[in-house]
T-cell receptor, first 115, second 114 residues
């Protein structure tokens, strides 16, 4: 079974530039998550999708971050414009459904450096 | 708010010795608790979870965790550590009832010394 795919793996941009990350979840997984992991901290949920609908985006900085999952499969997370404090690893995860009994499977992440 | 705390930054253990990674939780209601491991340049991997039932939960790679309600703890254990167990370990708790949104601790770096 293929795992969660993410691209790019690494990205370096200057502040105020824009960047987009892509995630393809495990086939058949209805729930998709984007996390931000700052160095020395645990992952923090940014947004959770159930199919193509948003379940929770309470911790997403909506003035600069946006995400979509238009067809209920792959997803894109965008930052525009980027700030220095956005430097982090962005993790995508998926699960079969949103109920607690289903564990989350994580992708390798995209390491973003904002200079 | 539901949260977990991992009090130690780094755990050093000699290969072959028992490994313990500590986690305490703060929740309202019944806690649903998880352990994940992260190897360098890789995503998090699920190790085990406690939802209900036996307080001793067995997981992947020989790890187990003990749920202790009176001490509000969920410590991760392995009887005999391997060098390959060197990684970053995260404890997590379910945030919302009926949804598997998780809140993670800050992580513990485990270093197994040959």
């Amino acid at each position: 079974e293929a795992g969660v795919a993410q691209s790019p793996r690494y990205k370096i941009i200057e502040k105020r530039q824009s960047v987009a990350f892509w995630c393809n979840p495990i086939s058949g997984h209805a729930t998709l998550y984007w996390y931000q992991q700052i160095l020395g901290q645990g992952p923090k949920l940014l947004i959770q999708f159930q199919n193509n609908g948003v379940v929770d985006d309470s911790q997403l900085p909506k003035d600069r971050f946006s995400a979509e999952r238009l067809k209920g499969v792959d997803s894109t997370l965008k930052i525009q414009p980027a700030k220095l404090e956005d430097s982090a690893v962005y993790l995508c995860a998926s699960s079969l459904a949103a109920e607690t009994i289903y564990e989350q499977y994580f992708g390798p992440g995209t390491r973003l450096t904002v200079t | 708010a539901q949260s977990v705390a991992q009090p130690e930054d780094q755990v050093n253990v000699a290969e072959g010795n028992p490994l313990t990674v500590k986690c305490t939780y703060s929740v309202s209601g019944n806690p649903y608790l998880f352990w994940y491991v992260q190897y360098p340049n890789r995503g998090l991997q699920f190790l085990l979870k406690y939802i209900t039932g036996d307080n001793l939960v067995k997981g992947s790679y020989g790890f187990e965790a003990e749920f202790n309600k009176s001490q509000t703890s969920f410590h991760l254990k392995k009887p005999s550590a391997l060098v390959s167990d060197s990684a970053l370990y995260f404890c997590a708790v379910r945030v919302l009832y009926g949804n598997n949104r998780l809140a993670f601790g800050k992580g513990n770096q485990v270093v197994v010394i040959p």
